[in-house]
Each structure stands twice: as structure tokens, then as C-alpha cells.
């Protein structure tokens, strides 16, 4: 099988292997400008929902690029977590959408983190205790400016530290201050990014290796972890996975399987009631 990525920043480096593991060969379609869809810097706003961006792409890769089996586009956002305050949560999704069929296959995964920066500093001396406190990948390569200022006047810095210290200088030469410092999370950029991008590509691929065992579609996979595995001292359901839900995105066909890594019972730890 072929499948054809839409991709602007260098996301097939997530995508090649966990594929090419199932047989399926990866080009990528460079051409299709992504940012049109919205950017992390601001300087275009997202309006579409990450699985309509998602699906946008694949879709003007089927039109401009026939031939493919599949076409896939990739999206990724960064959030407040609802259920845990002041923590940025971290969302990639990927869709394949079929040569011959307007229903994509999904998949999505997401995780808490700490690394994306979006802060204001008022002094060089805050600036650098930002910077070197955990030079990652997400603080090497960012976007200066000053609050409220447009996107477009945004510095767009990615050399590392010296380059990041000049900077910060140009900005503050005026005595402007304070300056906002926004990691830059295009994946060609981001390190962490592209991690959570082949976790997905993992998960995609396994779909696009099974069939559905009711019209024998490929495509077929988890949709979603299915909580209350029982607790091994009360035998109360607690949050633990106790099976997984498998389902077909083309004919609807659904499947529930026990989760045989977990075992049949779960950590007393894990439950609200042996340990509140």
C-alpha cells in the first residue's frame, strides 16, 4: 500500500517507520501551504477543529495527487487540561482518509506537559533564568515579542541561546518591557512534538494493518480504553483499563477486548475506596 502525507514541517520524520512496519510506503506532498489552516504563532488563526483541519489536508492531497491508497493529515494543539489546572495538555491527531471513501480513519493521543512556554519576563536576569533553567527543544526555538503586539511583528528565534539572548536585546533595546516568550511547537521545531506525532503514527498504523472482521475494511482498531478494572482487595471497579473498545469507522462494527496486558485485577493503589 501507498500513502501520501500533507505535511509543510517535516512530520514524516514521525510517520516513515511506524508505516513502512506495516508495509506502507510514505511520500510526502510539500506543495499544500498548512499554515493557511492557522499557525501556533497567531499570525493565522485557526478556524477550523483539529479533525476538520486534519481532514482538509488529506483532502486537497486525494484531489492534487491521485494514485494513493491513502492520504493523511496530521494535526496537533495545545490546551488548558480541564481536570488539572495550570497544565498544558498536548493533543496530536492523524486521520487516513481512503482513495474511494469520504470516512477517515482517526487516530489521537494526548498527554500532560510542561516544557510548551508562553511567559512574560520584565529583566534580561528573568529572561536567562527562563532560558537556562531547561534549555529543551520547546525553549530553543520561539517567538519573542511584546504583549499585545501583532503576530506579525513576532521574532521568530531558532539557533539556540545566543540567538535567543540577541533577541530578547533587540526587543527591550527601547526599554519596552515586559516581553512574551512563546516556544515555537511546529514540529520541524519540536522535539517533543514529533515524539507524540509517531506515538500516533504507531496507532494509525496498526489500524491501517487490520481489517474489520465484518466487512474487512482495514482499519479497524481501538477507539477508546474502557475504565473499572476490578481491585484486587475489595474487587470494587476503580479507573484502571479493564478492556479495550474496538470499533470500524466504515461499517460501524463494534468489539469490546479484554486488556490482557493489565491482568485481572488492579493495584489497591489505583481505588478510591482502599485508598481514598
Not at 494535526?75 to 488548558?80: A, D, V
Request: proline share 7%; hydrophobic share 35%.
Amino acid at each position: 500500500m501507498k500513502a501520501l502525507l500533507i505535511s509543510k514541517h517535516q512530520k514524516e520524520q514521525s510517520l516513515l517507520k511506524p508505516l513502512l512496519d506495516v508495509g506502507i510506503e510514505l511520500s510526502v506532498w510539500h506543495d499544500f501551504d498548512t499554515d493557511q489552516l492557522g499557525t501556533f504563532s497567531g499570525t493565522i488563526t485557526r478556524t477550523l477543529s483539529p479533525i476538520d483541519a486534519a481532514i482538509a489536508k488529506a483532502r486537497a492531497g486525494r484531489a492534487s495527487t491521485p494514485g494513493f491508497d491513502w492520504y493523511i493529515g496530521s494535526e496537533g494543539s495545545f490546551f488548558s487540561d480541564p481536570t488539572v489546572p495550570f497544565i498544558t495538555r498536548h493533543h496530536e491527531l492523524l486521520v487516513a482518509l481512503p482513495s474511494q471513501h469520504e470516512i477517515p480513519v482517526v487516530t489521537e493521543v494526548s498527554q500532560l506537559i510542561s516544557w510548551a512556554i508562553d511567559q512574560e519576563v520584565s529583566s534580561e536576569e528573568a529572561f536567562l533564568q527562563l532560558i537556562d533553567g531547561d534549555l529543551s527543544e520547546g525553549k530553543e526555538h520561539a517567538f519573542l515579542s511584546l504583549p499585545g503586539a501583532p503576530p506579525q511583528e513576532r521574532i521568530e528565534v531558532a539557533s539556540g541561546r545566543e540567538a535567543l539572548v540577541k533577541a530578547y536585546q533587540q526587543l527591550s533595546r527601547n526599554g519596552e518591557l515586559p516581553i512574551q516568550v512563546m516556544s515555537d511547537l511546529r514540529a520541524h521545531r519540536s522535539k517533543n512534538r514529533r515524539q507524540l506525532i509517531e506515538q500516533a503514527a504507531q496507532a494509525l498504523a496498526a489500524k491501517l494493518a487490520t481489517q474489520c472482521p465484518n466487512c474487512g475494511q482495514k482499519g479497524f482498531g481501538i477507539k477508546r480504553l474502557l475504565p473499572g478494572l476490578p481491585c484486587a482487595w475489595c474487587l470494587n471497579p476503580t479507573g484502571a483499563v479493564r478492556a479495550q473498545f474496538w470499533s470500524c469507522p466504515f461499517c460501524n462494527y463494534q468489539e469490546e477486548k479484554s486488556d490482557s496486558g493489565s491482568g485481572p485485577f488492579a493495584d489497591p493503589g489505583m481505588c478510591g475506596i482502599c485508598n481514598p
